[in-house]
Nanobody, 120 residues
């Protein structure tokens, strides 16, 4: 069994910063791509940023220059540093990872989500 546990969400004023973390645990053989998605009320879940095992990054246009994704392969953990936050960044943020278990079966896993609210 594999689990993704997120932390770091909360309430922040516009222009502020937050750092999200997501740790994968369980019967993990290897972790390939990891990423963050977000879903605002009444909207679909959208990609925020992804990072592969080699460290290649991809960002949505709306967060480029403000958010930074990173990972620690030794800890099976992905981070999202969010700076210059705007009210439109308010959403539930979900961690995603492509994980192979010890049976070498790969699957996509999701965290439970963490709320980020940007408001004065």
């Amino acid at each position: 069994q594999v689990h993704l546990v997120e932390s770091g969400g909360g309430l922040v004023q516009p222009g502020g910063s937050l750092r999200l973390s997501c740790a994968a645990s369980g019967s993990i053989f290897s972790v390939a791509g990891m990423g963050w998605y977000r879903q605002a009320p009444g909207k679909q879940r959208d990609l925020v940023a992804t990072i592969n095992r080699a460290g290649d990054r991809n960002y949505s246009d709306s967060v480029k220059g403000r958010f930074t994704i990173s990972r620690d392969n030794g800890k099976n953990t992905v981070y999202l540093q969010m700076n210059s936050l705007k009210p439109e960044d308010t959403a539930v943020y979900y961690c995603n990872a492509r994980i192979a278990d010890y049976g070498l079966e790969s699957a996509d896993y999701w965290g439970q989500g963490t709320q980020v609210t940007v408001s004065s």
